[in-house]
């Protein structure tokens, strides 16, 4: 399968992806052992908030580490390691001026993205393929190679509004010091976790590591730095030239996972807000030609139980994190909530 067909198929499964954890997705590394606590000024709630959202982006290098306790359901035609539990790593480098450079190992090989400022290379060492993928011309970041520190900023800021805020004493992450941030959903919130734990900085203020917890005792997923190198990097990470004899394509647009729609489906709009947030929106139909019957998109009907209200019929698909509902007439909503609250936003 070529990288190009896997850019199809994963514009289908990012729907997907959304459907069961894009209202919130975020965590923590692995378990470290424990270590003493570091002495840091005291700082407020308030104040490591408004510091976490101002911070500027930083140079660094590092390693990511995540554990994956979401519960997705395995996808017919999609990579088990698309969507799978488990632990994985990945190598991460930025300049802190939005280059950027991903690197995720497989059991195949390697997955690179580089991000030159122009667009983004996506480069598969499997099958010998590099495939480009065209800027944002849109609203909204192109994601492909987005490190933790973004991800958690822009979760912290999403939920500040309609949370409790505290700073629960400080820790240590990839041998740095970091105040510990709370944020627990406020009275009359109808999300399913519980609550989201950041690492934050004590010298850049940006995340270093971002906990989600559901109901039970172990976070639901997990992402953070291992290892990290803050400071200025190479610029020829940020650059990419296909390497001989490998084939080169260009990804449409619509390809990009985070572009505009495809035709006939319309953008992704948002319902509520903070903790209670649904996204909701269409599975793409496009096929590779643009006309419409794409022919290797992933089957999803099998998928979760049957359910039906106000809005229709389909199927639900509960994780630890949230919930999805995928309508017979190819609708989506999802979110870290019930099934009744996507219900209602299907329905308006």
């Known amino acids: 399968m070529t990288s190009g067909s896997r850019l199809r198929r994963g514009g289908v499964a990012a729907a997907l992806a959304a459907a069961l ?22 700082v407020s709630p308030e104040e490591l908030v408004a510091s976490v959202l101002s911070a500027k982006p930083v140079a660094l290098a590092g ?18 390691d698309t969507l799978a539990d488990g632990t994985s790593t990945a190598r991460v480098w930025s300049d802190g001026a939005g280059h950027g450079r991903l690197a995720l190992p497989r059991p195949d090989g390697e997955r690179t993205y580089v991000r030159d400022g122009e667009g983004t290379w996506a480069y598969d060492s499997a099958d010998r393929t590099a495939t480009r993928i065209p800027a944002r011309t849109g609203d909204g970041p192109d994601r492909p190679d987005r490190d933790p520190q973004a991800a958690a900023t822009e979760i912290v800021g999403a939920l500040r509004g309609t ?20 944020l627990t959903p406020a009275a009359g919130e109808r999300t399913v976790l519980r609550e989201v734990r950041a690492a934050v900085d004590a010298e ?9 917890l559901g109901a039970g005792a172990e976070p639901v997923l997990q992402i953070g730095f291992d290892d990290l190198t803050v400071g200025p990097q190479d610029p020829s990470l940020f650059t990419f030239t296909p390497p001989p004899g490998a084939t080169v394509e260009n990804a449409p647009a619509h390809e990009r996972g985070r572009g ?25 139909q496009r096929g590779p030609d643009g006309t419409g019957g794409q022919p290797d998109r992933p089957d999803l009907s099998a998928l979760g139980t049957p359910v039906s209200g106000a809005w229709g019929s389909g199927r639900e698909i509960t994780t630890t994190a949230g919930s999805a509902i995928l309508t017979d007439d190819g609708r989506f909503a999802a979110g870290a909530v019930g099934t009744d609250v996507l219900g209602a936003a299907l329905a308006r």
Do not use: F, K
Not at 21 to 33: I, Q, S, Y
Not at 204 to 212: A, H, I, N, Q, S
Not at 260 to 282: F, I, Q, S
């Open 21 to 42: 954890a894009a209202a919130l997705t975020a965590g923590l590394v692995t378990a470290r052992a424990a270590s003493a606590a570091p002495e840091l000024p005291p």
């Open 204 to 212: 850049t203020r940006m995340p270093l590591e971002l906990t989600v």
């Open 163 to 182: 949370s409790t805020v505290a700073v629960d004493g400080t820790t240590e992450v990839a041998g740095r010091p970091a105040y510990t941030l709370v």
């Open 260 to 284: 505009g729609p495809p035709t006939g489906a319309e953008r992704p709009r948002v319902v509520g807000e903070g903790w209670d947030t649904v996204v909701v929106g269409t599975v793409p």
């Open 63 to 80: 390693t990511v580490a995540v554990d994956n306790r979401l519960g997705l359901p395995s996808v017919p035609g999609v990579a088990e």
